[in-house]
């Protein structure tokens, strides 16, 4: 499974862009797909995670009700709209896959498969 993120760049406080995440190759065996990012210096965190089928989602509690994950099963793309950004906001946001069907998982280890990541910065 190959994975594309894009979306990303230069926002302002306030701002609301949205990620995508085309996955292509295989991807009849992926269960779920979430969002993670990492800011500089810090670790890698879990965002939002989305099941391909029912659309269950999942996502952190620094970010519950400010974004939004879906899937267009169609299109093979998965979105992350951003909304009221904020400075911590900042880092490299990454798409993943898992292709086992264990459920929505906010693990980064569970994933199987990553996207390249797209940066996203917040100026004030």
């Known amino acids: 499974v190959q994975l594309q993120a894009s979306g990303g760049g230069l926002v302002q406080a306030g701002g609301s862009p949205r990620l995508s995440c085309a996955a292509s190759g295989g991807t009849l065996s992926v269960d779920v797909l979430g969002w993670f990012r990492q800011a500089p210096g810090k670790e890698r965190e879990f965002v939002a995670a989305i099941r391909w089928t029912g659309g269950m989602t999942y996502y952190a509690d620094s970010v519950k009700g400010r974004f939004t994950i879906s899937a267009d099963s169609a299109e093979s793309t998965v979105y992350l709209q951003m909304n009221d950004l904020k400075l911590e906001d900042t880092a490299v946001y990454y798409c993943?896959?898992?292709?086992?069907?264990?459920?929505?998982?906010?693990?980064?280890?569970?994933?199987?498969?990553w996207g390249q990541g797209t940066q996203v910065t917040v100026s004030s």
């Open positions: 993943a896959a898992d292709s086992r069907p264990r459920g929505l998982s906010a693990v980064a280890l569970h994933y199987d498969f």
